[in-house]
């Protein structure tokens, strides 16, 4: 039996209204159903907001990248002639990794696959300015090949076998 949250007194499921003291008795059951929504929306907002974030995350990687790449060359660790090359190759890296996050997060394989071939290229053809490869075209069939193996790794660990 429940009991009126006002005064105590006994009430049934039916009753609307306490009938000792006219306190209101549907309304606690209402509240509930309001505040999952307000939840929900919350969510949203926090989702969009992360996503925000990842493209923020993404923009100080690069800069910070930059940074370091100006530093390692005024080090001494590679001439200016590497330099857009080891930019590139940490640039593809830093994309690569987003795609795999982005993935991880949503366990959305397509949601990370754009950056992840796009950063993929990107490092190999900074790999290949560094390494001073001129014929970088098999680091493509490489690339390809590992998209491949890489796409089915996806599918299979998102709908594993039994
Ligand atoms: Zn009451």
């Given at each position: 039996?429940?009991?009126?949250?006002?005064?105590?007194?006994?009430?049934?499921?039916?009753?609307?209204f306490?009938?000792?003291?006219?306190?209101?008795?549907?309304?606690?059951?209402?509240?509930?159903?309001?505040?999952?929504?307000?939840k929900?929306?919350?969510?949203?907002?926090?989702?969009?907001?992360?996503?925000?974030?990842?493209?923020?995350?993404?923009g100080?990687?690069?800069?910070?990248?930059?940074?370091?790449?100006?530093?390692?060359?005024?080090?001494?660790?590679?001439?200016?002639a590497?330099?857009?090359?080891?930019?590139?190759?940490g640039?593809?890296?830093?994309?690569?990794?987003?795609?795999l996050?982005?993935?991880s997060k949503t366990?959305?394989?397509?949601?990370?696959?754009?950056?992840?071939?796009?950063?993929?290229?990107?490092?190999?053809l900074?790999?290949?300015?560094?390494f001073?490869?001129?014929?970088?075209?098999?680091?493509?069939?490489?690339?390809l090949?590992?998209?491949?193996?890489?796409?089915?790794?996806?599918v299979?660990?998102?709908n594993?076998?039994?």
């Amino acid at each position: 039996m429940p009991y009126c949250p006002n005064c105590g007194n006994e009430v049934t499921e039916e009753d609307e209204f306490c009938s000792k003291c006219r306190a209101p008795l549907k309304e606690p059951r209402l509240r509930p159903v309001r505040r999952r929504d307000e939840k929900d929306e919350k969510d949203e907002k926090d989702e969009k907001h992360e996503g925000d974030q990842a493209g923020a995350i993404v923009g100080g990687l690069v800069v910070i990248w930059l940074g370091v790449s100006f530093a390692l060359r005024n080090l001494g660790y590679y001439p200016w002639a590497d330099m857009g090359g080891v930019f590139l190759l940490g640039i593809g890296v830093i994309l690569a990794l987003r795609g795999l996050w982005a993935y991880s997060k949503t366990g959305v394989f397509d949601q990370g696959f754009g950056y992840v071939v796009g950063g993929g290229f990107v490092a190999l053809l900074g790999a290949a300015i560094v390494f001073q490869i001129n014929d970088w075209w098999p680091f493509l069939i490489i690339g390809l090949g590992a998209i491949i193996v890489l796409r089915a790794l996806m599918v299979q660990g998102r709908n594993p076998r039994p």
